[in-house]
């Protein structure tokens, strides 16, 4: 795979160069051709993972911010209709109104942005996103420890780590490895639309770090005989730290607390 004879550090770009990892990652992000009808692709830089995606879908859309490397792209997928190349930022695109999926390199530094826009499009289906290794292990529970979004999204999207690709099978280089991430919404919510409210409150008091506990966080706004059998029903220790309690657990402390 060519490339660039410059890449753009305000950009964040590390261009995926292993045709294996690129196919791996394809496979990945649409498991069931017939199931994805219309994937939006995030930087599509060189077209590396646009090649293995395109075969996999009835309409590709594949954003490329960087305007040197669109010519390029619609040239290569010139042949390929059912692939569309869009010139601009990712970011500044109106999520589809139908069902559809996202999958990419995702440059480091816009990590946060990227994600939180999947989350909020109403009509996505599941996003897989190559990312920085840790913020891979640390969205998913890889590390034993859970992060707030994770938490706080739980309930309508699971999050799984599905692989690694080392860090030289990118150019240029960078320093640190990259994880898949797969963001899927669940075709049925663990709670009813009407407990999104209480669910946000009971985890950002919970992430609100006072007390040094979770638990001293939550007798904040429960009394403790309250809290102690959510705690219960949870199978959680009183002095468990707030990053350790797994999303399922949650979801016993809200059963008790929610109301």
């Known amino acids: 795979m060519a490339r660039p004879t410059r890449v753009s550090r305000a950009l964040s770009q590390n261009f995926l160069a292993d045709r294996a990892a690129a196919e791996r990652i394809a496979h990945l992000a649409v498991p069931n051709p017939r199931r994805t ?22 309409e590709l859309i594949a954003y490329e911010i960087d305007p040197r490397l669109v010519p390029g792209l619609r ?41 939180d826009w999947c989350l909020r499009a109403p009509a996505l289906t599941e996003a897989t996103l190559l990312t ?12 034993g420890s859970w992060s707030r979004l994770t938490v706080l999204t739980w309930p309508r999207y699971e999050w799984r780590l599905v692989g690694r690709v080392g860090r030289r099978s990118f150019r240029p280089v960078p320093r640190v490895d990259a994880g898949i991430v797969r963001i899927e919404r669940r075709r049925s919510p663990l709670l009813d639309a009407g407990a999104h409210d209480s669910w946000r409150r009971l985890v950002e008091l919970g992430f609100s770090g006072v007390g040094g ?13 309250r809290v102690d059998a959510a705690f219960r029903v949870a199978g959680l220790d009183t002095g468990v730290l707030v990053g350790e309690v797994p999303p399922g657990a949650w979801l016993g402390l809200h059963e008790v607390l929610g109301s």
Do not use: W
Not at 37 to 58: F, I, K, M, N, S
């Open 213 to 225: 506990s979770l638990h001293a966080s939550l007798r904040r706004a429960h009394p403790r005989r």
């Open 37 to 58: 009808p219309l994937l939006l692709e995030v930087g599509a830089g060189q077209g590396a993972l646009t090649h293995p995606l395109a075969p996999r879908c009835r």
């Open 75 to 115: 040239a290569r997928f010139a042949g390929m209709p059912q692939v569309r190349v869009a010139a601009g930022d990712f970011l500044a695109a109106r999520p589809p109104r139908t069902p559809f999926s996202v999958a990419g390199n995702v440059p480091f530094s816009r990590t946060a942005a990227i994600v």
């Open 132 to 143: 920085q290794l840790e913020y891979a292990r640390k969205r998913t529970g890889d590390y």
